[in-house]
């Protein structure tokens, strides 16, 4: 079997969220906020929410650390906008699955936008907490606001 090639890891949608990260601002005066932080490598998440009549209206999202942890971030930070905590952890689990090698449904994968380009990165065992940071961060900052409103 052959390995995959390091090129296949960084896809050019991953580049592009590298290189120009979205919703980038910190938020003022969110409704949920976290951090996450991977003591192993140093990568680092943190994210803020804010809602409207219960659905994500603003996200801010700043990420440290390598190109996986920070395009993630920027990726998920584009498809959460309009969706309720329920639909985000759909989302969430989604993606996880997508890390454990199970493709997403068609309606999934159109919702997650950009993110199911990171699928190489199962690939790469080491580089699958890189990919999860920025959703671990997203849940915690969804569980510490009770039910997103």
């Not at 390995?3 to 919703?23: F, G, Q, V």
């Not at 980038?24 to 906020?33: E, F, R």
């Not at 140093?42 to 994500?56: A, H, M, T």
């Not at 569980?143 to 409103?149: E, K, L, V």
Request: proline share 5%.
């Amino acid at each position: 079997m052959d390995s995959p090639s390091i090129d296949e890891l960084y896809h050019d949608a991953i580049l592009d969220h590298r290189r120009n990260p979205r919703n980038q601002a910190v938020l003022d005066s969110p409704d949920a906020s976290a951090k996450a932080v991977n003591p192993f490598c140093g990568d680092e998440v943190d994210i803020q929410l804010s809602f409207l009549n219960g659905r994500v209206s603003d996200v801010g999202v700043q990420a440290i650390g390598c190109s996986i942890n920070q395009s993630t971030a920027s990726m998920l930070s584009e498809a959460v906008v309009g969706k309720t905590a329920g639909e985000i952890h759909h989302l969430t689990t989604a993606f996880e699955g997508i890390m454990d090698g199970v493709s997403p449904s068609a309606h999934d994968a159109a919702a997650m936008h950009d993110l199911p380009t990171l699928s190489a990165v199962r690939e790469y065992p080491v580089r699958i907490k890189c990919a999860l940071l920025a959703w671990s961060a997203l849940e915690d900052a969804l569980g510490g606001c009770g039910s997103g409103t």
